[in-house]
Protein backbone atom coordinates (compact mmCIF):
# COMPACT_ATOMS: atom_id res chain seq x y z
CA UNK A 1 0.00 0.00 0.00
CA UNK A 2 1.44 3.95 -0.36
CA UNK A 3 2.95 5.22 2.53
CA UNK A 4 4.25 8.47 2.96
CA UNK A 5 6.56 9.30 5.93
CA UNK A 6 7.85 12.53 6.95
CA UNK A 7 10.50 13.05 9.00
CA UNK A 8 12.92 16.16 10.33
CA UNK A 9 10.79 18.20 12.61
CA UNK A 10 11.68 19.32 15.99
CA UNK A 11 12.32 22.37 17.77
CA UNK A 12 14.30 24.93 17.12
CA UNK A 13 14.39 28.84 17.43
CA UNK A 14 13.00 31.69 15.52
CA UNK A 15 15.28 32.37 12.80
CA UNK A 16 17.23 28.47 12.70
CA UNK A 17 16.24 26.09 9.52
CA UNK A 18 15.53 22.50 9.35
CA UNK A 19 14.84 20.09 6.40
CA UNK A 20 12.11 17.93 6.12
CA UNK A 21 12.04 14.63 3.99
CA UNK A 22 9.32 12.46 3.23
CA UNK A 23 9.71 9.14 1.50
CA UNK A 24 7.40 7.78 -0.46
CA UNK A 25 6.50 4.35 -0.99
CA UNK A 26 3.69 2.13 -3.19
CA UNK A 27 3.41 4.20 -5.69
CA UNK A 28 5.20 5.18 -8.96
CA UNK A 29 6.48 8.53 -7.24
CA UNK A 30 8.22 10.08 -10.46
CA UNK A 31 4.90 9.89 -11.87
CA UNK A 32 3.03 11.76 -9.09
CA UNK A 33 3.12 15.70 -8.21
CA UNK A 34 3.96 16.17 -4.39
CA UNK A 35 2.83 18.87 -1.48
CA UNK A 36 3.35 19.98 1.93
CA UNK A 37 0.73 20.63 4.32
CA UNK A 38 0.88 22.14 7.85
CA UNK A 39 -1.69 22.29 10.45
CA UNK A 40 -0.99 24.79 13.18
CA UNK A 41 -2.53 23.95 16.73
CA UNK A 42 -6.78 24.34 16.54
CA UNK A 43 -6.45 25.87 12.95
CA UNK A 44 -7.30 24.28 9.79
CA UNK A 45 -4.63 22.69 7.71
CA UNK A 46 -2.95 24.95 5.25
CA UNK A 47 -1.08 24.80 2.03
CA UNK A 48 2.48 25.16 2.55
CA UNK A 49 4.15 23.88 -1.07
CA UNK A 50 3.65 21.36 -4.02
CA UNK A 51 6.37 20.74 -6.76
CA UNK A 52 5.46 18.59 -10.13
CA UNK A 53 6.80 15.09 -10.93
CA UNK A 54 9.78 16.47 -12.42
CA UNK A 55 10.92 19.31 -10.22
CA UNK A 56 10.06 21.47 -13.38
CA UNK A 57 7.25 23.78 -11.52
CA UNK A 58 7.14 24.82 -7.85
CA UNK A 59 4.20 26.75 -5.89
CA UNK A 60 4.50 28.10 -2.95
CA UNK A 61 2.39 30.19 -0.31
CA UNK A 62 2.59 33.83 0.19
CA UNK A 63 3.16 33.25 4.11
CA UNK A 64 6.99 30.70 2.87
CA UNK A 65 7.87 32.64 -0.19
CA UNK A 66 11.37 33.32 0.11
CA UNK A 67 11.85 30.71 2.66
CA UNK A 68 10.54 27.55 1.84
CA UNK A 69 11.74 25.61 -0.67
CA UNK A 70 9.78 22.26 -1.88
CA UNK A 71 12.52 19.72 -4.12
CA UNK A 72 12.48 16.42 -5.18
CA UNK A 73 14.74 13.22 -5.85
CA UNK A 74 13.10 11.06 -8.01
CA UNK A 75 16.00 8.35 -8.12
CA UNK A 76 15.08 8.63 -3.78
CA UNK A 77 11.28 8.81 -3.86
CA UNK A 78 11.42 11.18 -1.64
CA UNK A 79 10.17 15.14 -1.43
CA UNK A 80 11.61 17.78 0.41
CA UNK A 81 10.75 20.65 2.53
CA UNK A 82 13.48 23.47 3.19
CA UNK A 83 12.61 26.16 5.44
CA UNK A 84 15.25 29.03 6.43
CA UNK A 85 14.22 31.99 8.66
CA UNK A 86 11.89 29.88 10.54
CA UNK A 87 9.04 32.10 12.74
CA UNK A 88 7.19 31.11 15.69
CA UNK A 89 3.97 31.43 13.11
CA UNK A 90 5.01 28.28 11.49
CA UNK A 91 4.98 26.13 14.20
CA UNK A 92 2.23 23.30 12.66
CA UNK A 93 2.71 19.67 12.02
CA UNK A 94 3.51 19.27 8.79
CA UNK A 95 2.52 16.65 6.55
CA UNK A 96 3.54 15.64 3.01
CA UNK A 97 1.00 14.61 0.59
CA UNK A 98 -0.12 13.00 -3.00
CA UNK A 99 -2.58 14.41 -5.23
CA UNK A 100 -5.76 12.63 -6.91
CA UNK A 101 -4.58 13.90 -10.20
CA UNK A 102 -1.41 13.24 -10.46
CA UNK A 103 -0.25 15.76 -12.63
CA UNK A 104 -1.70 18.55 -11.18
CA UNK A 105 -0.34 20.90 -8.56
CA UNK A 106 -3.25 21.03 -5.89
CA UNK A 107 -3.29 23.51 -3.40
CA UNK A 108 -6.53 22.56 -1.40
CA UNK A 109 -6.41 19.24 1.05
CA UNK A 110 -9.18 17.41 -0.55
CA UNK A 111 -7.60 17.44 -3.75
CA UNK A 112 -4.84 15.14 -2.42
CA UNK A 113 -5.35 11.12 -1.80
CA UNK A 114 -2.77 9.92 0.21
CA UNK A 115 -0.99 11.23 3.26
CA UNK A 116 1.62 11.02 5.82
CA UNK A 117 1.61 10.74 8.93
CA UNK A 118 2.80 14.01 9.77
CA UNK A 119 5.81 15.58 11.69
CA UNK A 120 5.82 18.13 14.30
CA UNK A 121 7.70 21.75 13.97
CA UNK A 122 8.01 23.68 16.65
CA UNK A 123 9.65 27.43 16.78
CA UNK A 124 10.15 29.03 19.75
CA UNK A 125 10.71 32.92 20.14
Known amino acids: QVQLVESGGGLVQAGDSLRLSCAASGLTFSRYAMGWFRQPPGKEREFVAA????????QHAESVKGRFTVSRDNAKNTVYLQMNSLKAEDTAVYYC??????????????????WGQGTQVTVSS
Open 51 to 58: ITWNGGST
Open 97 to 114: AAPTIVTYIATKPNEYRY
